[in-house]
């Protein structure tokens, strides 16, 4: 039922699964199981190699409690950590309440990438956006 999500505080659902200065993975925890899961990977690239591409995803029925704001902000940590000064995502144009969060958190659209993803055999779009770790 509803009543599982109630009262959950993401600080202690957090996990780590897994870090390292290339990449982390962090993960929300409720007794049921996984509602949340964040990846980083920083650009292997020598003249990119301060970027980090990130994946986040939460369970719906547990949106709009603060796990992604939560998760969003031990991966801004991971990267200050780690000497990443900007974090990319992708995010489907139609997914509103996911752009509001990032742009709320500090992400920036930096770029619209057109049939940049398949998904169901169809062809769709991404904004790409971006958050700066340090000043700059």
Aim: no cysteine; glycine share 8%; net charge positive.
């Amino acid at each position: 039922g509803k009543t599982a999500g109630v009262g959950i505080d993401p600080r202690r659902t957090e996990r780590e699964q897994r870090r390292s200065p290339h990449a982390a993975v962090f993960v929300a925890e409720v007794p049921e199981g996984l509602v949340g899961r964040l990846s980083a990977a920083r650009d292997p690239h020598p003249a990119s190699f301060h970027v980090a591409d990130l994946g986040l995803m939460v369970a719906r029925s547990h949106r709009r409690m603060g796990i992604g704001r939560a998760l969003l902000s031990r991966a801004a940590e991971w990267a200050r950590e780690s000497g990443v000064t900007k974090l990319e995502l992708h995010v489907f144009p139609d997914n509103a309440p996911a752009i509001a969060l990032y742009e709320e958190f500090g992400f920036v659209r930096e770029g619209y990438r057109r049939n940049h993803y398949r998904r169901a055999g169809t062809y769709v779009d991404a904004i790409l956006m971006a958050f700066v770790t340090l000043p700059e």
